[in-house]
Nanobody, 118 residues
Framework: QVQLVQSGGGLVQPGGSLTLSCEVFGAPTSYPMAWFRQPLGEKQELLATISWAGGSTTYADSVRGRFTISRDNANNMCFLQMDNLTPEDTAEYFC????????????WGRGTQVTVSS
């Protein structure tokens, strides 16, 4: 059974930085990963994706240039480095994984709250 365990998040001032982590247990052989967020009362937004080997990444326009997705396959970890945070980044953040040959994000972390406020 695949499980994604998230850590990080919390309260940060505008302009600050946070790093979210996601550890994968029971991982399949190869799996792309992604980070999503969902502000309270709003729809979910795909923020960033990373391929299994880490050579291919994509970003939403809202975070490109401020957020960086990375992974450490030796330790089954994925990270989201978030810089220059604004109050609009306040949301519940989720990591997700899928099989390499499928397009559905099958496995999800439980989410972690990020609040950007002075």
């Amino acid at each position: 059974q695949v499980q994604l365990v998230q850590s990080g998040g919390g309260l940060v001032q505008p302009g600050g930085s946070l790093t979210l982590s996601c550890e994968v247990f029971g991982a399949p052989t190869s799996y792309p990963m992604a980070w999503f967020r969902q502000p309270l009362g709003e729809k979910q937004e795909l923020l960033a994706t990373i391929s299994w080997a880490g050579g291919s990444t994509t970003y939403a326009d809202s975070v490109r240039g401020r957020f960086t997705i990375s992974r450490d396959n030796a330790n089954n970890m994925c990270f989201l480095q978030m810089d220059n945070l604004t109050p609009e980044d306040t949301a519940e953040y989720f990591c997700a994984a899928r099989r390499d040959n499928e397009n559905v994000w099958l496995w999800w972390g439980r989410g972690t709250q990020v609040t950007v406020s002075s």
